[in-house]
């Protein structure tokens, strides 16, 4: 008698599973860099680079407190 032999889909299930996870953090990933385009992060920064410069230069002329 001829006996089926059940097919293995070990590695079906390990590649959907695998391809999952890459589309979940693709889609991730796009969502978390929405905030870059905006230009907040960037003006955040230029403020904090201004205010880092003029304590440099208030440290070099003697003024402290500002």
């Not at 079906?12 to 999952?20: F, M, N, R, S, T």
């Not at 693709?26 to 003029?54: R, W």
């Amino acid at each position: 008698m001829a006996e089926e032999i059940e097919k293995d889909n070990t590695w079906l299930i390990a590649g959907v599973a695998i391809a999952a996870v890459i589309v979940l953090v693709v889609m991730l990933k796009k969502d978390e860099t929405k905030h870059l385009q905006s230009g907040a992060v960037a003006q955040s920064q230029a403020e904090v680079f201004k205010k880092v410069e003029q304590r440099h230069t208030s440290n070099k002329t003697g003024n402290v407190g500002n």
